[in-house]
């Protein structure tokens, strides 16, 4: 509830005139991965793309740069390791986790789900059961 609130303030922010170098800042972001990082959006990470080796390091990364309470996630799923990782992260920092409207967090997204200190969805969450040959 409250990120929506946030969401809807954030929205109407972007919305207000402004300058074209403030709107440019506002649109900048920073790829850690394929978690991004968008100065008009300071509390939020959003992970987007499949989950690959190497992007517990670069959550990490971004944590560290950044004061983040929000997980925006949008992702196919991928690498159940990292995102085993991930959700540990998420988890130690008790960080909010929101699925958008219009958007799926799949497989092994849904350890990044799950691990949300609270836990919003709006679009589609999917698991399945995970095996070894």
Not at 23 to 50: C, D, M, T, W
Not at 68 to 91: C, D, H, K, Y
Not at 108 to 118: H, I, P, R, T
């Amino acid at each position: 509830m409250l990120f929506r609130f946030v969401f809807v303030i954030a929205v109407y922010c972007l919305s207000l005139p402004s300058t074209a170098d403030e709107k440019r800042e506002q649109f900048s972001f920073v790829k850690y991965g394929n978690v991004l990082y968008f100065h008009g959006s300071p509390q939020n990470l959003y992970i987007f793309g499949a989950i690959e080796s190497d992007d517990s390091f670069e959550l990490r990364k971004a944590l560290r740069s950044h004061d983040i309470r929000n997980i925006v996630l949008a992702s196919p799923g991928g690498n159940v390791w990292e995102g085993l990782q991930m959700a540990g992260t998420i988890f130690d920092k008790k960080l909010l986790t929101y699925i958008p409207q219009n958007s799926s967090c799949l497989s092994a997204c849904s350890f990044l789900f799950f691990a949300g200190g609270q836990r919003i969805a709006d679009g589609e969450l999917a698991v399945h059961q995970a095996y070894s040959a």
